[in-house]
């Protein structure tokens, strides 16, 4: 296993560089995206929560790698040139995005109703309470269920090595295609991507911890 990892350093640290790259990218946009159609879906007017739900069901049930194609092969063809790093980091957003939204949204409404209502009698908009109010406390209870979708995001980058995207999975194709050690190279991958996603895991239970010692002492 060392010899092929060092035989292909450079190969391994530059996917893994992708890798890390695509999955920073996808979750700062599906976190603002995610977030505004989580409001859209709780807000007041029907039309509104409909246009959210119509993009939350939409995208929470098509097929990630049909985003990426669509995005990889389809739209290039309407004038839009796109690489496969920028497909992929396109349908990676759009589709976390729609997961995160239904979990703000969960968060949300977890929140005590009569919270925005004292909020809106003491003379704060709707906007206000959302900002200041509702979504500080939203955060600390969708910690869990947020890092569970930042870590599927890190997985799910995956989605880059078929649209030529450079990324970790990708370079491993290539290295197992080349030296056909494939066991071993994907081992390799297998812990790279736990290098990832691990430190995450931990620092998301952390804030758990943390965030949830602060709210029963405040109670």
Known sequence: MWQIFRDNFGLFMQGLGYTVGVSLLSLFFCLIIGTIFALLEINPKRWVRVIGKIYVEFFRNVPLLVITMFFYVVVPRLGVPL??????????????????????????????PGQ????????????????????????????????????NLVKNSSVLAFVAGFDLMYQGNLIASNTFETTTTYAIVGVLYLIITMP??????YLDHRWSGSVKEEE
């Not at 906007?127 to 979708?149: D, E, S, W």
């Open 83 to 112: 690489s496969g790093f920028a497909a992929g980091a396109i349908g990676l957003t759009i589709y976390t995005s729609a997961f995160i939204a239904e979990t703000v949204r969960a968060g949300i409404q977890s929140v005590d």
């Open 116 to 151: 925005m209502e004292a909020a809106r009698s003491n003379g704060l908009t709707y906007v206000q309470t959302m900002r200041f109010i509702i979504l500080p406390q939203a955060i600390k209870i969708i910690v869990p269920p947020l890092g569970n979708q930042f870590i």
């Open 200 to 205: 995450m895991s931990y620092a998301m239970t």
